[in-house]
């Protein structure tokens, strides 16, 4: 973006609407002040009038004439007597001509022009014992001042109000301008490929902060799913390529060899079996992306992980008997209610009892445990266990480590609790029992689809 672009930047638009905000929000108070002020004088002015009024109309003829002597400048702000008779003709005081329509006894609003210049007074028109009539004045040049000086100041602060508004919106304008050519700039590089790189994250403010926390996640997580689909290949391409070959010697060695039905039905039965044990792969590949997907999460229930971990130990204990092994079931008294699919989590704990058993040398012992705080379960066992340095990667679908090549299997189970407990919400966590492997599937502090009864 560039600088001619400042007005589509959030940050400008922002600023400008919130010094409009502020600035209709000072429009309106001025208003109620000059209003209030201005009434607030009028009234207080009326009030003068009448007072001066009632005091005047008590005083003898001459004390009387003696004061509108003393007013008669009134020009330059004063407060001018006039004193009338009955017909309306001036008998002492300020030259002011008479207000024919003024009313009696009550304050109203004088307009005159004297010396070829408006002026405005306050007034009340008052009658004196001896009927004659007694204007009382207050100027309003005064009041009038004020109210121009209030304006003058208010107009005065609305200027600098936009100015400063303006001025405002421009800074944060630049500054939302750098920070998304700094996030531009960082994506642009990913998406030329480069999946290690990350947003900047340093100098945002707390939105774009966050946005590039929640961005940068995202793209951890695509890089590891990118490294687990190039390593999946690569293991795919390795792990298929012995059976293909065996697939291939099979049908070369009965086209060459085969004399009978009998030999040409035994070398198809060794092509089907190696095909088979593919399909079986590529099956369980499907699987783990029908569990990564997480559709089936809106189908989750309240299921019970004890009975769950109970119908597990029923179906591997007369196969852990076989193998001169002690199978251990820890079994709690009260439930253990957890959001999930409890074919699902059948499943994870089939495949870890499963290992269990199968790593294990006769006479060694595997035991089945539930936890309800935290929710979950652990299946830990006597056996060989797995080696430090394999330990991060014994996850990644068809990984197999050093010891586990001997025994039948594809090195495609664990990770397929992975993308079980990748979908319940659970931590499947790995670590040496010293002798013997533990493995752990709980659930994550504070996560409210699971709870313990």
């Not at 439930?335 to 870890?352: K, Q, R, T």
Request: proline share 4%; aromatic share 8%.
């Amino acid at each position: 973006m560039r600088l001619r672009d400042l007005h589509r930047t959030s940050g400008f638009n922002v600023a400008l609407l919130f010094f409009a905000t502020f600035g209709a929000a000072s429009l309106a108070l001025f208003g109620f002040l000059y209003l209030e002020t201005r009434s607030y004088g009028r009234t207080a002015a009326y009030e003068w009038v009448r007072w001066e009024s009632s005091r005047l109309t008590r005083l003898s003829t001459a004390q009387l004439h003696e004061r509108t002597d003393a007013w008669e400048d009134f020009e330059q702000g004063g407060r001018p007597l006039v004193v009338f008779d009955p017909k309306g003709h001036r008998i002492a005081g300020a030259d002011l001509p008479f207000p024919k329509s003024a009313p009696i006894d009550r304050p109203f609003e004088l307009k005159q022009t004297v010396g070829g210049r408006p002026l405005a007074f306050y007034s009340m028109l008052s009658r004196l014992p001896d009927d004659n009539l007694l204007l009382v004045s207050r100027s309003a040049k005064v009041l009038e001042a004020l109210e121009t000086a209030l304006v003058d100041t208010f107009a005065w602060g609305i200027a600098a109000t936009i100015g400063i508004g303006f001025v405002g919106a421009i800074v944060f304008g630049v500054g939302s301008l750098r920070q998304i050519e700094a996030i531009t700039s960082s994506a642009e590089k990913i998406m030329r490929g480069d999946l290690s790189g990350r947003l900047p994250s340093r100098g945002l403010s707390a939105d774009f902060g966050h946005l590039t926390s929640v961005v940068n996640d995202m793209l951890e997580q695509l890089e590891r799913l990118m490294s687990e689909v190039k390593g999946v290949n690569e293991n795919i391409a390795h792990d298929l390529r012995t059976p293909l070959t065996r697939v291939m010697a099979s049908l070369e060695r009965s086209l060459r060899n085969a004399r009978t039905m009998d030999d040409f039905r035994a070398a198809n039965e060794d092509v089907l079996t190696e095909l088979r044990q593919i399909v079986v792969r590529f099956s369980a590949l499907l699987r783990i992306s029908e569990l990564e997907d997480r559709v089936r999460r809106a189908g989750f229930l309240h299921v019970d992980l004890v009975r769950i971990l109970d119908d597990a130990f029923e179906y591997y204990e007369p196969l852990a008997a076989d193998k001169g092994l002690v199978l251990i079931w820890e079994k709690p008294e009260a439930e253990i209610v957890i959001d999930g699919d409890a074919s699902l989590l059948f499943e994870a704990a089939s495949n870890l009892i499963d290992n269990a058993i199968k790593f294990t040398p006769e006479g060694g012992r595997v035991l089945v445990a539930a936890t309800a705080e935290p929710v979950g379960f652990v299946v830990a066992d006597s056996g060989c266990g797995i080696p430090e340095t394999e330990l991060a990667r014994v996850k990644q679908r068809f990984h197999r480590s050093s010891g586990a090549r001997v025994y039948s299997g594809f090195g495609i189970g664990l990770s397929l609790v992975e993308s079980i407990a990748r979908l319940h919400n659970l931590d499947f966590v790995l670590v040496n029992d010293l002798p013997g492997c533990r493995a752990t599937l709980q659930s994550r502090t504070g996560h409210p689809a699971l709870s313990a009864s």
